[in-house]
């Protein structure tokens, strides 16, 4: 198998790579890194932890050290905590080329990092919302010299117009970038190489690269299951007033059956998230949470303490579900069953990372079922059942419901939906948003949804009613069904 050296790279960065303990090149880096180094656009599609970031960040740097000028390359992630991991990977590979990076991520010193950006770093890597403010408010830096972009997966289809409303919510976690990531793509030169890493881009990437005009190479896995291997999936079917109960449960066994152990949980609402780890903190299970209601600081606070073993349990929102590497990381929780099955992929690819073992455990409510069906095909694989006691889960039932209550009523003392509130109108104000007009707009907004909706269900009767009333009369003589005479006249339709 060709190693590094055979790829096109040069002996500095062999050698960086064997300081860090890469010695062969994953699939994905020897698919992919000639290509770039040849100049091409690259699209590469493959499974969660399997090293697709060496994969753009070798032949960047390699580039680099032939040509080097700043500011060289762009990337965007879509979240702050992703953007640091990549930035550490650029900096410990280009460590020999004394490499200047820059972090522009929402939550930090704004002016320190307009400083940072005026002193021209070779890299920047930013989340969209940022470097957007940035590009609006200061003329101090330029990006329409860069050779490299490495775009969010939404930004790439925003490029080719084929975004669609799931995608800016997935992308953004929940705020909706469009605007952000179209000053930035106004903002950089036309003639670049443009690299795209992702694990659930499949379909997505061959549509793009019929779309593209300058035939970038597109690699992609082949593999008959789109999560790894080395994880064994399962799913543990459970009524929703029992949740935190069989959560519990888990931990606990987890936590007796190992010495050394680290779990993510993974849940639907920042208040949830706080909510389950006030909890478990009371069952004296060491846990920090992270989510988007948090200050930055806290939330890198939380990820130090997780990475670094002190705190065995990190109890996350999606904030935590893309990209981010924690080797230790064993067992991945689903205490909501993802909606989407690209989220349950980035979800439980927090684990069994770089050919290492893993689990997940998807805790299912009679309401999901339909939704475990969705990721079972989408993944190519079944979940099996996870076997639990439940007499077990009976006997601590009360003292978790009861725990759980208390910090509900400690979170709502604390006023958390208000702060949330408060948070999202400070948000808009920055955004250069007026929050009142918003929310009215909002209202109306969910007022014409409602009156398109009950429009679409009459429709809907309408046709079934005459299509019964046909079968009828096919069949045997027609009932008098005096509702069945609504007409389809624009007259009907919403405002
Ligand atoms: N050639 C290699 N040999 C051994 N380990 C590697 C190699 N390349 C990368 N790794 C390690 O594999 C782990 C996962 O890499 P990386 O974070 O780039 O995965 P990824 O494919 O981007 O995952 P995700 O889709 O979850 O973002 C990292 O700890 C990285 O150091």
């Not at 059956?257 to 909890?279: A, P, V």
């Not at 104000?429 to 909002?442: F, M, N």
């Amino acid at each position: 198998m060709a190693g590094f050296a055979e790829l096109g790279l040069s002996s500095w960065l062999v050698e960086q790579c064997r300081q860090m303990g890469l010695k062969q090149p994953t699939p994905v880096q020897l698919g992919c890194i000639p290509a770039i180094l040849e100049g091409r656009d690259c699209l590469g599609c493959a499974k969660t932890g399997s090293g697709k970031t060496a994969a753009f960040v070798l032949p960047i740097l390699q580039k680099l050290s032939e040509d080097p000028y700043g500011i060289f390359c762009l990337v965007l992630t879509p979240t702050r905590e992703l953007a640091y991991q990549i930035a550490e990977q650029f900096r410990v590979l280009g460590k020999p080329l004394g490499l200047k990076d820059c972090i522009i991520v929402g939550g930090m010193d704004m002016v320190a990092q307009a400083l940072e950006l005026s002193r021209k770093p070779h890299v920047v890597i930013a989340t969209p919302g940022r470097l957007a403010d940035h590009l609006r408010s200061s003329n101090t830096f330029s990006i329409k010299k860069i050779r490299f972009l490495v775009p969010t997966p939404c930004l790439l289809r925003l490029m080719l117009q084929v975004m669609d409303e799931a995608d800016r919510l997935l992308e953004q976690g929940c705020t909706d970038f469009t605007v952000d990531l179209e000053v930035i793509l106004a903002a950089v030169p036309a003639r670049r190489q443009t690299l795209l890493f992702s694990a659930t881009l499949t379909d997505t990437l061959r549509e793009l690269q019929g779309l593209a005009t300058n035939q970038p190479f597109f690699w992609e896995a082949q593999a008959p299951v789109r999560t790894v291997e080395q994880l064994d999936q399962r799913y543990l079917l459970v009524p929703e007033k029992v949740k935190d109960a069989y959560l519990v449960h888990l931990i606990q066994n987890f936590q007796d059956e190992h010495e050394d152990w680290s779990i993510i949980i993974f849940t639907n609402t920042c208040k949830t998230c706080q909510i389950l780890c006030m909890m478990l903190r009371k069952f004296n299970f060491p846990t920090v949470a992270l989510h988007s209601m948090m200050k930055q600081k806290e939330r890198f606070a939380a990820l130090a303490k997780f990475k670094s073993s002190i705190y065995r349990i990190l109890i996350a929102t999606d904030v935590a579900s893309r990209g981010l590497d924690i080797p230790t990381v064993q067992v991945v929780i689903n205490h909501n069953t993802p909606g989407l099955p690209k989220i349950y992929i980035h979800r439980v690819g927090r684990t069994a990372r770089a050919g290492r073992q893993g689990q997940a455990i998807t805790l299912v409510t009679q309401y999901d079922i339909h939704l475990v069906h969705a990721i079972e095909e989408q993944i190519k694989k079944k979940l099996e059942e996870f076997p639990v006691e439940e007499a077990q889960v009976l006997q601590i039932l009360t003292q978790v419901n009861v725990v759980r209550r208390e910090c509900e009523i400690k979170l709502e003392a604390a006023n958390f939906d208000e702060k949330k509130e408060i948070n999202k109108r400070k948000q808009m104000i920055l955004e250069g948003k007026d929050p009142d007009l918003e929310a009215k707009r909002k209202a109306e907004l969910a007022k014409i949804k409602q009156k398109n909706r009950r429009f679409k269900e009459k429709v809907e009767q309408t046709l079934q009613r005459q299509k019964a009333s046909r079968t009828d009369r096919r069949g045997r003589p027609p009932r008098a069904r005096p509702e069945a005479s609504l007409s389809l006249a624009p007259a009907q339709g919403p405002a």
